[in-house]
């Protein structure tokens, strides 16, 4: 299945009447124009920083070009490769880098676009990240200016700092830099204030970047434990804001609550396409989330399946504390509603179920009375309930867009009954991100949506890369001008991730509707993401966990889960023994599942291993668990030759297992 550039009506409109950065060269020139046509505009609001920044179109522009004036002013020479030659790799001129160790707020947003715009290609990663892997990314990166978001990060990194070839370091904090550690002395401290003064009288020179300049470096985890630096250049950036005008249109000044974090691809890019058309941002967080959304009455969002999950706990914490009779009304009207809601979809020929086969005759004519029929009672919950519910939201929502995962059905489907849009999209660091996502007006619930202008993608054979046809479930390969130059440093990475016709794969599997719609249903890859977007590589964690020994054999799971879950296959000598010990009767393996006190210890076992990991992260504790009925090994297929467990296919063996347990987490 191959895109083409032919747009819908109602993309055609959408594209009409928004900005048009195509001709752009570079991301600086993005700010200058939309400086030009938004100038008096807010376009960042960061209550919560301190100090708190307030920024319009017009300022923050101008603090970008006083921030790269400043950096250029530390590095002489970065904007003239003549003077300070740039490096090529993979077809992409590489500029100095700079190292990027913060958390989103608005200073963040100055100082990634400061440091482009004066000709460096930064690496970016949270200031909560371990110790380890920021200071693996600033050695590889290569970064000769070090920017951190406060004096604690500092603190944690200065007792190594000695050992890389530093320019600066700065904090984006008003705080004065001190150095715990031994650096050499022509090595400049500042902070974000210091560079700004910097370039307050000196002129900022425009460097000579193009879309086949490298604009940043984002680090992804690798199985090796080792991150890999994706190379997303100018042009795979101008893609994003270029073709997302088919996704959402919003209007000058409207206003956006920004929740993920910067550094990472989707919340960066997101950022990015709505400031490009005139949005206003408000910085966020979880804990003021609620209030936030009452206060500023948000009409676009973007964010993980988390947070549509825990605005649904929330929600239904709030209706089981009103009155039993009010409690009964309720589920009342959301069952109405739900037959209403799937009689609708399929009318709208918007069933997953029906992609490849259509829907017969008199099953349309049957769902189109059961929704006239279910109507009027899907009003009422309107009235009664479902325009409260919007109204905790600031009832102002055009879309919300959400990645980083699939939605659940369930949070699909209450989201819908209530009225509040959510377009789910597709895409990986590696592709800038977004490869794909539902249109408003096409809301495919349980797909990725199509793809976007100008991106192929396509489903084959994992053994012979032979193409599929729609419905067919294979491997899931890419190709468009946000695909990556390759892995930095790492050719031989690249040449396993990229084909010599230019095809990425992704690792997922999944298959395309005949409109094109994607429907990712797992990963061929290891790696699991969670609803939080955290990407979890299990290998490591299940070596740990191996240690115990009363663990034979285990295998992670969780993908577009909240937590990561086990399904094991315990050393039954071990627990015989163990059970021996307590006076107990041995285990029976029947009933392992149902046997609290095997539970306890397992997962006793299992939170001790993971947590004495070095580098460990609370993302990777294991919560559910299920005992299996036999090893994995070749013969039952679920082992390589090389003895390597076959995650797709354990995944399908035990996928009702897997969905019970986390459904009773």
């Known amino acids: 299945m191959t895109t083409t550039e032919t747009l819908t009506p109602q993309e055609q409109e959408y594209v009409n009447r928004l900005v048009d950065y195509g001709p752009a060269a570079n991301l600086a020139e993005v700010w200058a124009i939309a400086a030009e046509k938004f100038g008096d505009l807010l ?126 370091i700065a904090l984006l904090s008003d705080e004065q830099p001190q150095m715990k550690g031994e650096i050499a002395p022509t090595v400049r401290l500042l902070n974000f204030n210091d560079i700004l003064a910097l370039g307050k009288d000196q002129p900022w020179t425009a460097p000579p970047c193009d879309r086949e300049t490298l604009a940043t470096l984002i680090y992804t985890s690798g199985t090796t434990g080792q991150p890999k630096g994706v190379m997303l250049s100018h042009g795979n950036l101008l893609h994003q804001l270029t073709s997302l005008r088919a996704i959402a249109a919003p209007n000058p000044g409207d206003r956006v609550l920004t929740l993920l974090p910067t550094w990472h691809s989707f919340g960066r890019i997101g950022d ?23 206060k500023h009455k948000p009409q676009y969002m973007t964010a993980v399946p988390r947070l549509w999950e825990s605005l649904y706990e929330g929600i ?14 309720v589920g009342r009207l959301l069952k109405a509603s739900e037959r209403y809601i799937l009689a609708k979809r399929r009318l709208q020929n918007l069933e997953l179920d029906h992609q490849i086969t259509p829907v017969r005759k008199r099953d349309r004519l049957a769902a189109a009375a059961t929704a006239a029929a279910l109507w009027p009672v899907h009003q009422l919950g309107e009235k009664l309930v479902y325009g409260k519910i919007r109204e905790a939201t600031g009832g102002e929502f055009q879309y919300a867009i959400s990645g980083g995962g699939s939605l659940a059905n369930y949070l699909e489907l209450f989201f819908e009954i209530v009225g509040i849009n959510v377009l789910v ?56 001008p946000q695909v990556m130059a ?11 991730a990229i084909d010599g016709d230019g095809w990425f794969d992704t690792g997922d599997l999944g298959w395309l509707s005949p409109n094109g719609d994607i429907v990712i249903t797992g990963r061929a890859k290891d790696t699991i993401v969670l609803t939080n977007g955290e990407n979890i590589e299990p290998q490591p964690i299940e070596d740990a966990c191996a ?68 580098g460990y992260k609370p993302e990777e504790r294991i919560g559910p668990l299920y005992f299996l009925p036999e090893p994995f090994s070749q013969d039952n297929g ?12 354990i995944a399908d063996r035990y996928a009702t297992e897997i969905a019970a347990i986390f459904t009773e987490a």
């Open 43 to 168: 376009a960042l609001n960061d209550p919560g920083a301190k100090p708190s920044v307030r920024l319009t179109y017009g300022e923050f522009w101008q603090q970008v070009q006083q921030f790269a004036a400043g950096l250029q002013h530390l590095s002489q020479n970065i904007t003239d490769p003549a003077v300070q030659p740039w490096e090529t790799e993979l077809g992409l001129r590489v500029p100095p880098r700079l190292a990027l160790f913060a958390d989103n707020c608005a200073r963040w947003l100055v100082a990634d676009q400061g440091s482009i715009a004066a000709g460096f290609a930064n690496a970016v990663r949270s200031a909560t990240a371990e110790t380890e892997e920021l200071l693996y990314i600033l050695g590889h990166s290569g970064a000769t200016i070090l920017i951190l978001e406060n004096q604690t990060l500092l603190d944690r990194l200065a007792p190594r700092l000695g050992q890389f070839d530093l320019t600066a």
């Open 272 to 294: 990015y396409y709505l400031l490009s058309q005139g949005c206003s941002l408000t910085y966020t967080n979880i804990r003021n989330l609620k209030t936030d959304f009452k």
């Open 316 to 329: 239904q914490k709030q209706l089981q504390s009103q009155p039993a009779k009010k409690q009964k009304l």
């Open 425 to 480: 999209g597709y895409g990986l660091t590696e592709t800038a991100p977004v490869l794909s996502a539902r249109r408003a007006w096409a809301n495919l619930r349980g797909s990725s949506g199509r793809p976007i202008p100008g991106t192929e993608l396509r489903a084959v054979d994992p053994e012979t890369r032979s193409p599929l046809q729609p419905g067919q479930k294979g491997l899931i390969l890419t190709r468009g």
């Open 486 to 496: 390759g892995y930095f440093h790492n050719p031989d990475a690249t040449a396993k």
């Open 547 to 614: 240690r115990s020994p009363y663990i034979d054999q285990i295998a992670l799971v969780g993908q577009d889960q909240k937590l990561l879950g086990a399904l094991i296959y315990p050393n039954w000598e071990a627990l015989e023994r163990w059970a021996r010990d307590r006076g107990d009767a041995p285990p029976d393996p029947a009933t392992a599942n149902q046997n609290s006190a095997l539970q306890t210890l397992m997962r006793q076992e299992l939170a001790r291993e993971v947590k004495n990991r070095p």
């Open 638 to 649: 679920m082992m390589t030759q090389t003895l390597k467990i076959r995650r797709p296919v």
